[in-house]
């Protein structure tokens, strides 16, 4: 980590009423002086002052603050600006640090000279990137957990506990039974069991985790003409789909992003499925469809008429055009007419129940993402392949569990590669 002084801002971009500038580096305190026109300052006391440039120029009038090390978000010194949110007046202060010696900082970099600084670890790191991309109320809780080191203290718990099981397994190797505690090889292997059963718990909630993180996939399919699409305009609640009589109009997945009782749902529309499809663009259409139905957390299976089927595991059956049907006698089938709106509510609340079945209590698990996931899985197998080996072979059974710590502690950035960190850490914005 290079000693620069970096600046950046924090806040939004655009026209405001407010803006706040970060500056962060070594030894600032001269600095702050310098920009404030004052003899001695007091930290984490806000100034309101003149703020001029290097040449004694009036910029604007501001607030400032500073932040010494190591109390600060980073670590280092830090200096705050907040100033009229204008672009002139930003693009000045700009000018005014580089002219002081700063530079702009690089994307996510406070965020890393405070991992550097043991501000944060990588999971608070990632529970930062991802509460501000938070869109519903459900993103910002878990997001928050994560950011607060609710992670990062399951994880540091689960690898103090193997690097404790791995230092006993080495240790039968060398001392004599009596010189150990009672049952040892026992009590280690019951730990590593418990290790894999909860890592492995948390692997099988990652679907719930990702949904509540990325939203909730929900996919509409059907036959061409059911109304799939004049159901999906219903629920989002706008013309977003194109709706005809003619056969295979929609070509392509149209999508949209709503908020469903506080969760980020993702809901597309797709193109309609059968067999004699003759049109290249149709069938390529269908193909996507396909793919959507795969990735989906729910499909919403649409008919226009009474059919001889049951909805699968992740399904609703919806049967559209109710009003032209006078028995209704499908199980557990959701009736609706997207021509007059009857039953759009009896669907959205089938929708809510089964999202709440799938990812109540989702926020307050582990936030495992694709690079947590594939770290937490080596660490899975290596504990599995621990209790695979020998009895009598301490040796293989220490190794194993060795390893599936250094899997931990990747995600928690105690032992990283540059290029882990640099995909962590290039989440975040400037400022952050």
Request: some cysteine.
């Amino acid at each position: 980590m290079n000693a620069d002084t970096i600046f950046a801002l924090s806040s939004g971009h655009g026209k405001s009423g407010v803006a706040v500038i970060r500056v962060s580096g070594d030894n600032l305190h001269d600095a702050f002086l310098s920009m404030s026109g004052r003899a001695s300052i007091t930290p984490r006391y806000a100034y309101f002052t003149n703020l001029r440039d290097v040449h004694g120029d009036l910029i604007d009038q501001v607030l400032l603050l500073y932040f010494p090390a190591p109390n600060s978000f980073t670590g280092e010194d830090v200096i705050e600006i907040h100033c009229h949110g204008a672009p002139a007046v930003i693009e000045k202060i700009f000018d005014d640090l580089h002219a002081r010696g700063a530079r702009m900082a690089a994307p996510g970099e406070f965020s890393r000279r405070a991992f550097y600084n043991n501000k944060m670890d990588l999971t608070d790191v990632d529970g930062l990137a991802a509460l501000l991309d938070a869109k519903t109320d459900a993103q910002r809780k878990s997001a928050l957990r994560s950011m607060m080191g609710g992670d990062g203290k399951v994880y540091d718990a689960w690898r103090r506990r193997m690097v404790e099981v791995s230092a006993y397994a080495a240790a039968m190797t060398d001392y004599a039974a009596d010189e150990l505690p009672a049952n040892i090889g026992e009590k280690i292997r019951a730990a590593v069991c418990a290790l894999h059963d909860e890592i492995s718990g948390a692997l099988s909630r990652y679907a719930a985790v990702r949904a509540v993180r990325g939203g909730f996939n929900i996919t509409l399919a059907g036959r061409p003409n059911v109304g799939k699409s004049s159901i999906f305009n219903r629920i989002v609640g706008a013309n977003r789909a194109i709706v005809s009589d003619t056969p295979g109009t929609t070509r392509d997945v149209v999508g949209a992003t709503i908020d469903i009782d506080g969760y980020m749902v993702n809901i597309s529309d797709t193109a309609g499925l059968r067999d004699d499809a003759s049109d290249a663009i149709e069938k390529i259409g269908i193909e996507k469809t396909h793919d959507e139905i795969e990735n989906a957390d729910l499909v919403l299976r649409v008919y226009d008429e009474n059919v001889d089927v049951r909805a699968g595991a992740n399904e609703i059956l919806v049967v559209n055009k109710s009003d032209l049907i006078s028995q209704k006698n499908i199980p557990d089938a959701v009736y609706v007419s997207a021509k007059t709106g009857a039953g759009i509510d009896n669907l959205l609340r089938a929708i809510e129940v089964r999202m709440h079945e799938m990812l109540d209590g989702a926020d307050g698990a582990l936030a495992i993402n694709a690079r947590t996931r594939s770290l937490l899985q080596v660490a899975a197998d290596e504990l599995k392949s621990a209790l695979m080996s020998p009895v009598d072979d301490y040796d293989i059974f220490a190794e194993h569990t060795r390893r599936a710590s250094d899997a931990i502690g990747k995600i928690l950035g105690t032992i990283t590669a540059a290029e882990v960190m640099d995909v962590t850490f290039s989440q975040l914005c400037l400022g952050k």
